[in-house]
C-alpha cells in the first residue's frame, strides 16, 4: 500500500455536504468512546486543515460545541450526519469521519481504540497534528 496522499471523497447520508480530504490510502483511524463519539459512531481521521476541502456551503451546516467549547461538531441541517468536525485534541485540523468516506479510494483501515471517556489522561496518545498557517 502507498504512504502518498489521494485525494477521498466523503459526505453526508443525503449529499448536501459533500467534501474531499487527502489522506494515505491506507488509512489509520482511531475509535473513541466518549460520549459524542459512541453516540454518532465517528470513526476518526485526522487531517491538518490544509488536506480537508468543503465542497458545500456552510448554511447547509449545523454547529454544535459542548463542555470546554474547542470542538467544534458539524451536522448536516437535513439529514444529520455528522461527516467531520474540528477535534478539542486537534483544533487545528479536521476529524473527518472514516465511514462518511465513498470506499474506492480506501486500499485499508487500521482502527485504534481510545479512551476518550477519560479524555484529560489519554489525550496524550492522541497523534498531534501539525502546527501550520491557517
Known sequence: ??????????????GKVRFEVDATPSVDAVLCNCSICSLTAHLHLHVPKKDFRLLTDWDQI???????????HYFCKTCGIKSFYIPRSNPNGYSVNVRCLQPETIEGLRVTEFDGRNWDENVHKIKRLPEEDA
Open 1 to 14: 500500500m502507498s504512504d502518498d496522499l489521494v485525494t477521498h471523497q466523503g459526505g453526508c447520508h443525503c
Open 62 to 72: 449545523a454547529t454544535y460545541s459542548f463542555n470546554t467549547g474547542v470542538a467544534r
